[in-house]
């Protein structure tokens, strides 16, 4: 059995990356257009066509951001991935196993929750997207961030290049 050892991430792989996170720091960073369409439609209000509009927006990129979650889970079982850093002590490894799991299956869940709750009018989805979904995606963006950060400056490993330049 021939087993192929990848060295970095591949050029697909790193654009899907960064394209996502800049998606998902939009929709965190600037729902408000969902928000106040969410506040009208629950307390009966006609939302204007401005507000159906900025609802839409968060509404594509949530859809996109599934589409590359998508799209990545099918580059990583395809393209593989790089070995993880020997350096790093086997609860962190744990850890990081964890926080990427978390990731995406956050990725997948939470668009396909706002996708229920938009499209379908599951009401009842609501809070459990906007609030706690919400609130364990900045959780563990912050998790995965610190432990980049790790890698990069304490370890001193390449993690943090291989999804950058490759």
Do not use: C
């Not at 927006?57 to 590359?68: D, E, P, S």
């Not at 990081?96 to 990725?107: D, K, M, Q």
Request: hydrophobic share 55%.
């Amino acid at each position: 059995m021939n087993v192929r050892v990848v060295v970095g991430y591949s050029l697909s792989q790193r654009f899907l990356h960064w394209a996502t996170v800049l998606l998902v720091l939009f929709n965190l960073l600037l729902p408000d257009g969902m928000n106040a369409w969410q506040r009208l439609v629950r307390h009966g209000g006609t939302p204007s066509p401005e507000q159906i509009a900025s609802a839409n927006i968060h509404a594509y990129v949530g859809i996109a951001i599934l589409l590359m979650t998508v799209l990545r889970l099918g580059l990583r079982f395809v393209q593989g991935v790089p070995l993880k850093a020997s350096d790093e002590p086997a609860i962190f490894r744990f850890a990081a196993r964890l926080a990427h799991a978390s990731l995406y299956l956050l990725l997948l869940a939470l668009p396909a929750s706002g996708i229920a709750v938009y499209y379908f009018g599951a009401q009842a989805l609501g809070s459990l997207h906007a609030d706690v979904l919400k609130l364990i995606l900045w959780i563990v963006i912050v998790a995965h961030v610190f432990g980049a950060l790790v890698h990069q400056f304490y370890w001193k490993t390449d993690v943090l290049r291989r999804m950058t330049v490759g």
